[in-house]
């Protein structure tokens, strides 16, 4: 059975373009051996469910100040200002549906034998895709997460946040009293430890047969060291985006489209040639 699946295989790619061969025969071989995927995503896999990017065109960024809105400091003298602003977030992810490049990404994680999404997004989109909690590290926090300013309290509770939502009142520690504040990483702040300790573990286990990453312009030096060391044994680095970023250059394939378009593509790609199987 195997043999015959290994010779049918071995026809197909016969018939595929360099470029492609070259991908086929890294992920034909890796059927047979342990397929590990590692996918970064970023604001833009999240852009066609109507969340704005941070510093595209229309990008929160371009329209509001991150100094007074998303550092300890701005939380600080302003926590109202603040919380509106998640609260306003919250309220359009709530409303948003996870898109093809949600769904694609998911449909991976599952035909995958090791796979971690590293996403930088706080949206819940990727889980509702049906991403399960245990292969996402959401690295930049959840919105929908309350925590305490002064404790280690915290609570993911979508009913009670709504309510409190509605009421404008800036939710208090139900431990300590002080404010509570939105789970997610503000500049100047640490990445939360446990989930680094995720990411660190996985690429300590070995390097990745494929990277991709999808929707970010990879600001920060940690997707990009990520991206590369997880890719170092030429595993391909597949890079989503209509933009340059400063991976495109060590990508192995480049794909400058919208990400509701590529990533359904090349997991159809990957599964009809039973690489991820
Ligand atoms: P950015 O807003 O910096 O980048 C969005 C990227 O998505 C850009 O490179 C766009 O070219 C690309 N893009 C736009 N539409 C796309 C689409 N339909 N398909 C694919 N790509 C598309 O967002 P991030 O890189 O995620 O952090 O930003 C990283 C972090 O910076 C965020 O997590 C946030 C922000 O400040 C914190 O708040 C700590």
Same mark, same amino acid.
């Given at each position: 059975m195997w043999q015959a699946e290994r010779e049918l295989a071995t026809l197909s790619l016969a018939a595929l373009k360099p470029a492609e061969r070259r991908f086929g025969n890294r992920c034909f071989f890796s059927i047979f051996t342990f397929v590990r995927v590692l996918v970064l995503t970023g604001a833009g896999v999240s852009a066609e469910s109507g969340i704005p990017t941070f510093? =595209?065109? &229309? =990008?929160y960024w371009r329209n509001f100040d991150p100094s007074k809105l998303a550092t300890p400091e701005a939380f600080a003298r302003d926590p109202q200002l603040v919380w509106e602003w998640y609260r306003e977030r919250r309220q359009r992810i709530r409303n948003a549906r996870p898109n093809p490049a949600h769904e694609a990404v998911a449909r991976l994680a599952q035909r995958t034998n090791e796979f971690l999404l590293v996403t930088q997004?706080? &949206?819940d989109l990727h889980a509702r895709a049906g991403i399960p909690a245990e292969k996402m590290v959401q690295i930049h926090g959840d919105i929908f997460v309350t925590r305490c300013s002064g404790c280690d309290f915290e609570r993911r509770d979508y009913e009670h946040e709504y309510e409190q939502e509605q009421e404008h009142v800036i939710p208090r520690c139900s431990k300590c009293d002080a404010l509570t504040r939105p789970g997610v990483v503000w500049f100047g702040e640490q990445l939360p430890w446990n989930e680094l300790q995720r990411v660190e573990n996985y690429l300590d286990r070995g390097a990745s047969d494929l990277v991709i990453i999808a929707g %970010? %312009?990879?600001?920060?030096g940690y997707i990009v060291d990520w991206a590369l060391w997880s890719s170092r044994d030429g595993g391909e680095l597949i890079e989503v985006n209509p933009e340059e970023t400063p991976l495109s250059r060590f990508a192995t394939r480049l794909l400058r489209e919208p990400a509701a378009v590529a990533l359904p593509r090349i997991v159809d790609e990957l599964t009809n040639w039973g690489v991820a199987l």
């Open positions: 510093r =595209g065109k &229309d =990008g997004n706080v &949206d %970010t %312009t990879a600001t920060f």
